[in-house]
């Protein structure tokens, strides 16, 4: 693609496949960079299309790795005008071009909002300026890039395919899912709930497959020292509580902050939070409002690195999910599982796929969402119990190991990918 650093090839295999992605690189889709970087190692040629530049100060190791070239759609249109018109001129002039026009008018129809025409002003750009090689379009998520993509699928006639996470399905419109579903070739997704939406949605059931994220062993070996024995007995060695995650409203962590504020006088602990967001400023003055912020570090945003060096600080792990007011819900939050690898205890909430992983008293411990008491409950339980918590963290980590592998989920879209790369090279 145009403007693209080229990092040192590997040897592929077929023709390329272009990624389209929200935002690259971001600290909060480790998943997605690991595994372009699975794919890559396994020989597929693989461009990144990002409809955003990167806004986050720190990367992954894991975004090192990656040998793709990253290509940068204009985010603004109206910051780009000369590229967006000389895309405009030379698409208007392809076959595809008044089939996706009359698919874009409809859609603009029935969402008459800036960043439906800001899509389209993408899509045009995307498929101006692909590379020549590229046989397959496969988005991440199934609103925004996906729109991107099923644009310049048409305008290209190149086939598309999509990975669908959480937000993305949850807030976007019925009409639109139906008929995204009926526009790409296949589309995966990380949750049965998630998978049992779709296919109701779908032309036909096997257009939709569960794949789950699962867990790279390699990035997340397991810890091989025992837990502590702390039992919040003792003021000067607290209990110390984890919790990972972006604070934003389905997070949840207003109930939990709730639920910490619940916990017995005579218990002793210390919470950590790692992730940025937009609400960690208010959930800092509810934490003050409640009088718990003593006992509170914020960590912000950290790359995988140290993340896992809070993990083998850390006694127990706690996520408090919930269905956000606009419909907005996790999956099944990949972090639950990375701190499973590490043997620790996990408490979090029934929500969307979170009880696929979380089995109540056999591997972990859950809750109603939005039941700051049952959370406090749970949470009073582990800490005083450090031998339910090396139990439950064994188990959790057993069923990781067994049931979420990495490269299950890796074989499937290596397939998926590799047979639509040698059906175009054909």
């Not at 992605?21 to 693989?46: C, H, M, V, W």
């Not at 008044?98 to 800036?114: I, K």
């Not at 025409?117 to 692909?130: K, M, P, S």
Request: with cysteine; proline share 5%.
């Amino acid at each position: 693609m145009l403007a693209s650093a080229r990092k040192t090839p590997v040897e592929k295999s077929g023709g390329a496949i272009a990624f389209v992605l929200k935002g690259y690189p971001r600290l909060s889709e480790t998943f997605i960079a690991n595994e372009i970087q699975a794919l890559e190692k396994r020989g597929l040629d693989i461009r990144i299309v990002s409809l955003r530049y990167p806004s986050d100060a720190k990367t992954h190791p894991v975004h090192g790795e990656i040998r793709a070239s990253v290509h940068y759609l204009p985010e603004y249109l109206y910051r780009a005008p000369r590229r967006v018109f000389a895309a405009w001129r030379r698409m208007r002039r392809r076959p595809g071009y008044r089939d996706c026009l009359h698919v874009w008018l409809g859609d603009l129809r029935r969402d008459p909002s800036p960043n439906r025409v800001r899509r389209f002003g993408q899509a045009l750009v995307l498929a101006d300026e692909l590379d020549s090689d590229v046989v397959h379009l496969h988005a991440h998520f199934l609103h925004t890039p996906a729109s991107v993509t099923r644009y310049a699928s048409i305008l290209t006639e190149l086939p598309w395919s999509c990975s669908a996470h959480a937000r993305d399905i949850w807030t976007t419109p019925e009409w639109e899912k139906r008929e995204k579903l009926a526009s790409c070739q296949w589309l995966v997704t990380c949750t049965a709930v998630n998978c049992h939406h779709l296919r109701d949605l779908a032309p036909a059931p096997e257009r939709v497959a569960l794949v789950y994220h699962g867990l790279d062993a390699d990035r997340f070996p397991a810890t091989g020292s025992g837990r502590s024995a702390r039992d919040g007995s003792n003021p000067n060695d607290p209990v110390r509580i984890l919790s990972v995650g972006r604070a934003v409203e389905k997070k949840g962590y207003h109930d939990l902050l709730a639920a910490l504020a619940l916990l017995p006088a005579e218990l002793h602990w210390r919470f950590v939070h790692v992730g940025g967001g937009p609400w960690l400023g208010r959930l800092k003055r509810l934490a003050a409002r409640l009088g718990i912020a003593g006992r509170i570090q914020w960590r912000g945003a950290l790359t995988q690195g140290e993340v896992l060096g809070c993990f083998a600080d850390a006694d127990m792990f706690t996520l408090s999910c919930c269905i956000a007011r606009d419909g907005d819900r996790d999956g099944l939050p990949n972090v639950l599982m990375e701190a499973q690898s590490q043997s620790l205890a996990c408490v979090a909430t029934r929500v969307s796929a979170i009880p696929e992983l979380l089995q109540d008293h056999a591997t972990g411990l859950l809750a109603e969402a939005g039941d700051a008491q049952a959370m406090a409950d749970a949470i009073a339980q582990l800490i005083r119990d450090p031998d339910l918590r090396q139990r439950l963290g064994a188990a959790g980590r057993q069923r990781v190991e067994q049931e979420f592998r990495f490269d299950q989920g890796i074989d499937h879209l290596q397939g998926r990918l590799a047979a639509a790369s040698a059906r175009a090279g054909s």
